[in-house]
């Protein structure tokens, strides 16, 4: 027996199909793609053993619709490609990759102040049991959602917030944008969240906060009306019945401070101490 000669490109290849395998599992697992899957296994199972024991005619029908099978795979998971090719599409390969240290200045996104005013105003209209909904960009552009509201550039202040989500007046139905340390738009329309795992005890308005997260790299804070708990929704994540330290930090982790620090790593993990229990 020869053993055969391993290169550099070899060894390449294999983490680079090791890495695509693992994400696609990934993805797969977080998606209702996971139960179909299970249906195209039971079906796999089924062909095999129509190979086994020569069933040609059903052998003869899968062959012929083999095609058409896979356009309506492409049909049934549309959803699920368009989140994974977009989620490519915003996700930094080359950072994720490079495990050497780097301290990068970068503009700060929205002040200190703009933190404060925000989480001020939540927990005033949580005493209150005000419902709000309040979208805050990052990177990805938000102008469609924007388009859906009533125009706005007014500085952000727990004031203007709070009389913006009072009860009976013009403004106070959907979502507000906040890009900078401005609102940038009010009564805004978000999507709707699918996913079947939240509570059903969420009503419309988390699920809107889920919604937006799962498609752009937002945070969303939503106050409750009916209990008047805050929750914040990132990354298609729901984070329940927040309090004010909370929020402060994850609002100040979306800041892109002056200096952000990377530690010396081959591969990104997430957080273990990040989601609330309640999720």
Partial sequence: MSIPRITWT????????????????????????WS?????????????LAYVFRMNTILWIVKNASVVAITAMIVVFQPELRKALDMLGRKNIFSSLIPFDSNRNLDERFSDKTVGEIVKACYEMGKVKTGALIVIAQNDPLTEYERT???????????LLINIFEHNTPLHDGAIIIQGNR????????????????????????????????VTDSITIIV?????????????????????????????GAQNKTIEE?????????????????K
């Fill in 10 to 33: 070899d060894i390449v290849e294999i983490l680079i199909i090791s890495f695509l395998v693992y994400h696609i599992l990934v993805w797969i697992k977080n998606t209702k793609a």
């Fill in 36 to 48: 179909l899957l299970r249906g195209l296994i039971v079906i796999g199972v089924f062909i095999f």
């Fill in 149 to 159: 509201g009533i125009e706005l550039d007014s500085l952000v202040s727990s004031q």
């Fill in 183 to 214: 609102v940038v738009s009010a009564t805004c329309y978000l999507p709707l969240s699918d996913n079947m795992a939240l509570s059903k005890e969420l009503g419309t308005r988390h699920r809107a906060g889920v919604g937006i997260s799962e």
């Fill in 224 to 252: 409750s009306e009916e209990t008047g708990r805050v929750s914040v929704a990132y990354e298609g994540e729901l984070y329940r019945n927040i309090d004010a330290d909370f929020l402060k930090e994850r609002l100040g």
């Fill in 262 to 278: 990377r530690r010396f790593r081959l591969w990104k993990g997430r957080s273990k101490n990040e989601k609330e229990t309640n």
